[in-house]
Nanobody, 113 residues
Framework: VQLVESGGGLVQAGGSLSLSCVVS????????MGWWRQVGNQRESVATI??????NYVDSVKGRFTISRDNAKNTVFLRMNNLKPEDTAVYYC?????????WGQGTQVTFSS
């Protein structure tokens, strides 16, 4: 199972970015998908989405970020609006396939003043 992320970059106050993550390989049995972010050694879950579309968000991004997925294309998205300096991090996507969690390589989101 391979995950390829795209969409990170530099953003200014109040700006928006969209991340995407395409899953390939042995994709039978994909369950939950999610986005995480890491600053230093701290990694936190940002948003998750079940195969049926149930979503969950960390409090700090509620109302600003939206996770979605396209099951036919094995892709998960993260739309980030009204970005703030504290959103600066490396963002990773994850996918659970047959009880194993796989990770993307990470994409940097940097806030620019």
């Amino acid at each position: 199972v391979q995950l390829v992320e795209s969409g990170g970059g530099l953003v200014q106050a109040g700006g928006s970015l969209s991340l995407s993550c395409v899953v390939s390989g042995s994709t039978t049995g994909i369950a939950d998908m999610g986005w995480w972010r890491q600053v230093g050694n701290q990694r936190e879950s940002v948003a998750t989405i079940t195969r049926g579309g149930t979503t969950n968000y960390v409090d700090s991004v509620k109302g600003r970020f939206t996770i979605s997925r396209d099951n036919a294309k094995n892709t998960v998205f993260l739309r980030m609006n009204n970005l703030k300096p504290e959103d600066t991090a490396v963002y990773y996507c994850s996918v659970d396939v047959r009880d194993v969690r796989y990770w993307g390589q990470g994409t940097q989101v940097t806030f620019s003043s």
